[in-house]
């Protein structure tokens, strides 16, 4: 708020009139207050939003801003485009090995290393192979 409103001056008016006012300003005050903190939490949930969930890095990428609101240097952007191109042409050997793949690198920054490697068996994957377990588990 510009400024800070939290006292009213009374000039002659009855006590009737005196309390009327004052319910008003304090209805207000706290309408006022309220509305400050919904603001508040929606540019934090929107915050959470553009942050949070499988695409947010794609479309910080895409827009060239990060998440701080601070451009993203383009020669990073050339970096990361060719890298990707590169991917993108890669023959793939299996969806099955994409997917066990995926659930490593990111099961491994979430779940112990005893319980993923449960899990993969349970789901029907290999269990984690000692260079996994090294790279992802050795400075824990």
């Known amino acids: 708020m510009a400024g800070k409103i939290d006292s009213l001056q009374y000039s002659g008016n009855s006590e009737a009139e005196k309390d009327k006012i004052t319910f008003l300003f304090s209805l207000f005050l706290t309408l006022a207050r309220n509305f400050i903190d919904i603001e508040e939490i929606a540019m934090t949930a929107e915050t959470n939003q553009a942050t ?71 789901a029907g994957f290999a269990p984690l192979k000692e260079k996994e377990i090294a790279f992802f588990y050795g400075g824990k």
């Open 52 to 122: 949070t969930g499988a695409d947010a890095i794609d479309e910080a990428i895409a827009s060239g801003i990060d998440f701080d609101g601070s451009p993203i240097p383009s020669a990073k952007l050339e970096l990361y485009t060719k890298v990707m191109a590169l991917e993108a042409n890669r023959q793939r050997s299996g969806v099955s090995n994409t997917m066990r793949s995926r659930i490593v690198r990111i099961g491994a920054k979430h779940i112990p290393q005893g319980e993923l490697d449960q899990l993969l068996v349970g």
